[in-house]
């Protein structure tokens, strides 16, 4: 591999992993705050592109319709949490995942009955349709650059969030000590809801920015739902820098193993996980 | 219900299971054939998150991987040997699951139901993007395994009738051993892992190997199903190996009650029962499956065993005899 394919590749992976964190990020925050094992998390990234879709088709410009497709999917979590998953706080696991699944079937036969089974294309906007030459055949679409800055801003707007502000103070004191956050008399139902649809925006949002690259089809959940659930592995629960890693890692594995292995590209991904499991089976960020 | 009656009802259901090519049509013979595999694979299942309280949503995959055995065991032109290749295809399943147990077994709760999905879609890749059993097109069983011994065959699964008493055989003696299993110490170690790890730990059990050996069992019982699945309907689809089939069989084991091998049985009917009833109303018979699933998680806690008993307890003024 020439110096300019492996920078491509790099690209790529950056690309690929930073964009997997929105969706894990949202995952695992609501894993590690609410413990609810969310199995519909791969739907909000399909709801996301189908959005994309509609909405491009409606006002022609994929900007527009990503600023107007953030605040539907987060009214749409806080929809989805106030009627259903508010329910699931005190049952086990196993009738999360149930109900979960339901969902999974529910949102796949929607989006079939509005939208059907086609494949569709999302056009990238004229301002980003540019590639940079990078040698004489080789280069790189702007699009995709676009996309690891906008992904990378918002990790970086999630760490102020987390961070420094009196939000992110309650969800960092939330994913430590639920029952402690009641006590202080810290409107838990709120906070929930806000986390749960701020999950949901994430997701949606990758898959309105994945939209143009990856095209929309059914199904499109399902691959992301389950490379996140490894991320939340990898990265530990509830550990959103722990995502942030376990993304990229994932994004250079999958990547590189498609160029380098093509037969086993598949299974990389979970080799991987095998091996951060021999090594530390509660993930590598685990807090304490 | 009290165990008189139980076991009355449980009488009726076997005979009805027996007398019922008699009667019906072999399409529907098949039908009955189908739910009494998948009530095997839910039988499996159940002894892990039923009586282990082991939530793995990757069953599936030691289900296809028995079944992509036998297909890979049978020659082009010709049949296996069914006393070679149902041991050798529950063994590869049994195998498959003490490795994948190895890793999985280390992790908890959430961890525990991420993981074993995620290693289940290993195998899936594996089949699906490998030429190894025909990429995602799958491969077809042409012969179906013969019964001879020493030239002596007891019967022939060519012909429909001794392969649906061949599958009620399997799925009583399935019943019958996992009914043993956890009359046995081992099942009473295991039932005490769900109760409380920790004590079984302090007690001196050490819980890994149990719930190893709880696991391989369960990959390999699961074999047993793929295996009949695979005969009965001649051919193999990375599908037999995705997480929708996981997840249905989880499906089949709750709607039935956990911890309860005749719930799960009534779980696996239930489930071919809907998905029948709603593909005859609709193609987006999916929507219908999805809505009755989360209606039952939100109104039905315990499943289709233990409504009739909620029931009662509230005609009967909430007194339960749970």
Redesign the interface.
């Known amino acids: 591999m020439d110096f300019v394919s492996f920078l491509i590749q790099v690209l790529n992976s950056l690309q690929y992993g930073l964009l997997l964190f929105l969706v894990a990020s949202g995952l695992t925050l609501v894993?590690g705050i609410m413990?609810i094992?969310n199995l519909a998390h791969g739907s909000f990234y399909m709801v996301g592109a189908y959005l994309a879709f509609a909405l491009t088709s409606l006002t022609g410009n994929l900007m527009l319709s990503i600023a107007l497709g953030i605040p539907l999917a987060f009214v749409f979590g806080a929809l989805l949490e106030w009627a259903?998953f508010s329910?699931l706080y005190k049952?086990d696991?196993?009738?999360q995942?149930?109900?979960t699944?339901?969902?999974?079937?529910?949102?796949?036969?929607?989006r079939?009955?509005m939208v059907g089974d086609d494949v569709h294309g999302v056009t990238i906007p004229e301002l980003f349709s540019a590639s940079i030459p990078l040698s004489d055949n080789l280069s790189y679409p702007v699009y995709r650059l676009v996309i690891s800055v906008v992904c990378l801003a918002l990790a970086g707007g999630l760490y102020f969030l987390i961070q420094k502000t009196r939000l992110g103070m309650m969800i960092r004191a939330g994913s430590h000590d639920r029952d402690m956050v009641k006590a202080l008399g810290i409107d838990i139902n709120l906070l929930y809801r806000t986390v749960f649809a701020l999950g949901v925006a994430l997701a949606a949002l990758a898959g309105m920015l994945a939209a143009p690259i990856s095209s929309v089809y059914p199904g499109m959940g399902?691959s992301v739902l389950?490379i996140s659930?490894?991320i939340?592995?990898i990265g530990g629960?509830g550990s959103v820098w722990g995502a942030l890693v376990a993304a990229l890692v994932i994004g250079f594995a999958d990547t590189f193993g498609k160029v380098l292995l093509p037969?086993?590209?598949?299974?990389m991904v979970?080799?991987v996980?095998?091996v951060v499991?021999?090594w530390r089976?509660?993930?590598i960020f685990k807090k304490g | 219900m009290n165990s008189r009656t139980s076991t009355i009802f449980k009488l009726a259901v076997l005979a009805g299971v027996l007398a019922f090519p008699a009667f019906g049509s072999d399409f529907y013979a098949e039908m009955v054939a189908k739910v009494l595999i998948l009530a095997i694979f839910a039988m499996s299942l159940d002894l892990l998150?039923g009586f282990t309280g082991l939530?793995s949503?990757g069953h599936a995959a030691y289900f296809g991987i028995a079944a992509y055995a036998v297909a890979l065991m049978t020659p082009k032109y010709d049949p296996a040997n069914l006393w070679l290749a149902l041991p050798a295809s529950v063994l590869a399943a049994g195998l498959a699951a003490f490795v994948i147990g190895l890793?999985?077994l280390?992790?908890k709760?959430?961890?525990f139901?991420?993981?074993t999905?995620?290693?289940a879609?290993?195998a899936y890749?594996?089949f699906?993007?490998?030429p190894v059993g025909g990429g995602s097109d799958g491969i077809y069983l042409n012969f179906k395994p013969d019964a001879a011994i020493a030239g002596w065959a007891p019967f022939d699964l060519n012909e429909p009738l001794h392969l649906y008493y061949f599958v009620v055989a399997a799925m009583l003696a399935v019943y019958g051993l996992l009914k043993l299993v956890l009359r046995s110490p081992f099942g009473r170690v295991l039932v005490g892992i769900r109760s409380n790890e920790h004590r079984m730990l302090s007690l001196g059990y050490a819980t890994f190997r149990y719930k190893l050996a709880a696991f391989t069992l369960a990959g390999a019982l699961a074999g047993v199903a793929g295996f009949l699945y695979a005969v009965l309907f001649g051919f193999v689809t990375p599908e037999y190996l995705s997480?929708h089939k996981s997840?249905d069989v989880?499906?089949m084991v709750?709607l039935g009650g956990?911890g309860n091998l005749a719930g799960a049985i009534a779980g696996a009917v239930a489930l071919v029962g809907l998905q029948e009833i709603f593909t005859s109303v609709t193609k987006?018979w999916?929507?219908l499956?999805?809505?009755?699933?989360?209606a039952?998680?939100?109104f039905m806690?315990g499943g289709l065993t233990a409504t009739p008993a909620r029931i009662l307890a509230r005609i009967n003024g909430g007194k339960t005899n749970e």
Do not use: K
């Open positions: 894993f413990g094992i259903l329910h049952r696991h196993l009738e995942v149930l109900l699944y339901g969902l999974i079937l529910i949102f796949e036969e929607l079939s009955l399902s389950i659930f490894v939340v592995v629960v037969d086993l590209a598949g299974l979970y080799l996980m095998a499991l021999l089976p509660e993930g | 998150v939530v949503f890793f999985v280390r992790t709760g959430i961890y139901i991420m993981v999905l995620a290693f879609q290993m890749y594996v699906h993007d490998t997480w997840g989880l499906l709750i956990m987006h999916q929507l499956m999805g809505l009755t699933i989360v039952a998680v939100l806690p």
